[in-house]
């Protein structure tokens, strides 16, 4: 699919790939956003010097101010802390799901791609009745039995989004199976795992890399959902969704603990989108 | 034509089978004994021993999905334990709400997103296209629910013009039933343009290149009526079976939406039976919209197969 093979003998090869990523707006933009999150996240709440579960009933409902950038809530804690915690809650979420939906999809799709026949008809068939869920209605009947915690909801939306890596995976090693280099791989005798794992595994990453942007956004969004409806993470852990539903009941008295929680969970998705949609076009094969 | 119909009804066969089973293993899933779930550990044998039999507990897993999947396939998605209702009862008692919020936010959002994915289109690379590129691509990211509390914020709370929650009937009183619809359908609606106003700007952008457009414009034909009679006209199928295949935004819209407007539909429905415990309830409303959702997937692939002439006519998809 994309042949990014480059030789040592072209020396202005990074400078190109580093002239094409500043020149794509979109991959910069949302690079920079993703990685002042993950500062955030890495420094953790204690840059606010507050303890995002520290209560201070003295200075609650208060509104963005020097000592409190982005308000306090009901009890009186820093929103900032808490929405930075929050940010490593729903990163955590992202990256699981990701890595679950990745390797499991990957396996299945790589499986069904590359033997084909009967076992490619069956994979496929379930992955079709899982992806014929809509994903919050299935993570939420899940949730429902399973009960929620921060790890489960990961596990869940991971399992949930398998079945889109696997088709988008699927497709890829279809296209590739079918080149002139795998038969080449295939006619000097070399064994069909290595040619799946070493020949055409890298050359169907880049759709997946930008599946996986997405799929990132989509669990954040998801998580957040659930625990807006209470069916995420669980109180006292700071979450995004979690923050936005306290709010509700405190909108007349304090509107900032509505606008910051969202207004996070709303920047975080767009970086991603951008992220995936830049990417989609930095990795484009037409390119090369 | 009618063989392809039959093939994609054959074919969800095994789609609506593993559906069953997914939703079926909801049950499964709980840790423990399912009745200590439902009912606590403090109820009483009776109660116990009725949740059992109402669930079929006491028998073999395979005859519980047997006997459950047998109800299903005839409408029977069994017994509430809160109400003591036909589920399937109480879910068409919601499905008009639901129904009747979806089909405005449809209405709005395709209104705005057509409008400005043209829009878009026809000034390709100025500040109007980027400006409905940031816009579309803001509404797919800012959550649902974000939307509807700073709506509630604005228009209830400090403008004090809409209601914030409940619903009325269209046949009780028409003018405060759309009173009503107004903020959660603009909400599901504005959540739902984003992505059909980027498909509008793309598949615009793509009939305006083919050769039928500089025929028409060669014709000598105004650059409105090439825009909106030609290629708008051709760029609406897309669009349509696009929106169409948007509605598990929709329903997993419906659900967050209906939960903040106190909106009394499928959505709610299926909250409420979660922190009741009411899990026939849950199953039943879970398998009920992804069955819906899977038969409107249908209806657009079926319709969308129609109005193109090479499937129609039987030639090659």
């Known amino acids: 699919m994309t042949d990014v093979t480059q030789t040592p003998s072209q020396p202005s090869s990074w400078g190109r790939e580093w002239r094409k990523i500043r020149g794509n707006k979109m991959l910069v933009t949302g690079g920079i956003v993703l990685l002042i999150f993950l500062l955030a996240i890495i420094v953790g709440p204690e840059i606010t010097g507050y303890d995002y579960a520290k209560m201070s009933i003295r200075e609650r409902f208060q509104g963005p101010s020097f000592a409190h950038w982005m308000g306090t809530d009901n009890y009186g804690r820093d929103t900032l802390a808490k929405v930075i915690h929050g940010a490593r809650v729903a990163f955590f979420v992202g990256a699981i799901s990701v890595g679950i939906g990745m390797v499991g999809g990957m396996t299945i799709g790589a499986i069904a791609g590359f033997v084909g026949g009967f076992i490619d008809n069956i994979l496929m068939r379930i992955t079709d009745a899982l992806l014929a869920f809509p994903p919050l209605l299935l993570a939420i009947g899940l949730v429902a039995a399973t009960g929620p915690s921060t790890t489960t909801v990961s596990v869940i939306i991971g399992i949930i989004y398998i079945p889109r890596f696997a088709r988008v995976m699927r497709g890829a090693v279809m296209a590739e199976a079918s080149k002139e280099y795998v038969e080449a791989a295939r006619a000097v005798g070399q064994e069909p795992w290595r040619i799946l794992f070493f020949h055409i595994g890298p050359a169907t990453l880049s759709p997946i890399i930008v599946l996986a942007t997405v799929v990132f956004a989509l669990a954040i969004i998801i998580e957040a959902s659930l625990s807006f409806l209470g069916l995420g993470v669980p109180p006292p852990t700071p979450s995004w969704g979690g923050m936005l539903s306290e709010s509700r009941s405190f909108m007349t008295k304090n509107i900032w603990m509505a606008i910051f929680p969202g207004l996070t969970i709303s920047v975080a998705v767009l970086g991603l989108n951008l992220l995936g949609d830049g990417l989609r076009d930095y990795l484009d094969p037409k390119d090369y | ?317």
């Open chain 2, 1 to 317: 034509m009618l063989g392809y119909i039959i093939n994609r009804i054959i074919y969800l066969i095994p789609t609506l089978f593993i559906m069953s089973l997914v939703v079926f293993s909801f049950i499964a899933l709980i840790p423990g004994d399912p009745v200590d779930a439902i009912l606590g550990l403090n109820a009483s044998e009776e109660a116990r021993a009725a949740v059992r039999a109402e669930l079929g507990l006491d028998r073999n897993i395979l005859v519980q999905y047997l006997s459950w999947a047998g109800g299903i396939v005839t409408g029977d998605f069994g017994t509430s334990l809160t109400s003591g209702e036909p589920v399937m009862k109480l879910i068409l008692e919601k499905l008009p709400a639901t129904l009747l919020l979806a089909f405005a936010s449809i209405l709005i959002s395709v209104f705005i997103a057509v409008l400005a994915g043209t829009i878009a289109a026809v000034n390709k690379g100025n500040w109007l296209d980027i400006g409905v590129l940031v816009a579309a691509l803001a509404g797919i990211s800012i959550p649902v629910f974000w939307i509807a509390i700073l709506s509630v914020l604005l228009f209830s709370v400090h403008l004090q013009i809409l209601p914030s929650i409940g619903y009325v009937s269209l046949l009780e009183d028409p003018i405060l039933a759309l009173r009503h619809l107004a903020l959660p359908s603009i909400c599901m609606g504005a959540a739902l343009a984003g992505g059909i106003a980027r498909m509008t700007r793309s598949e615009m952008i793509e009939q305006l290149s083919k050769d039928y457009v500089i025929t028409a414009r060669a014709k000598g034909l105004s650059p409105n009526e090439v825009t909106y009679r030609h290629a708008l006209r051709n760029s609406l199928i897309t669009v349509v079976t696009f929106t169409g295949l948007e509605l598990g935004t929709i329903l997993s819209g419906a659900i967050i939406v209906e939960t903040i407007f106190a909106w009394p539909g499928l959505g709610r429905m299926a909250i409420d039976a979660i922190f009741t415990r009411d899990y026939p309830t849950v199953q039943g409303v879970v398998l009920f919209m992804a069955f819906f959702f899977v038969f409107v997937n249908l209806l657009v692939d079926i319709s969308y197969t129609f109005l193109n002439p090479q499937i129609r006519l039987g030639g090659k998809k």
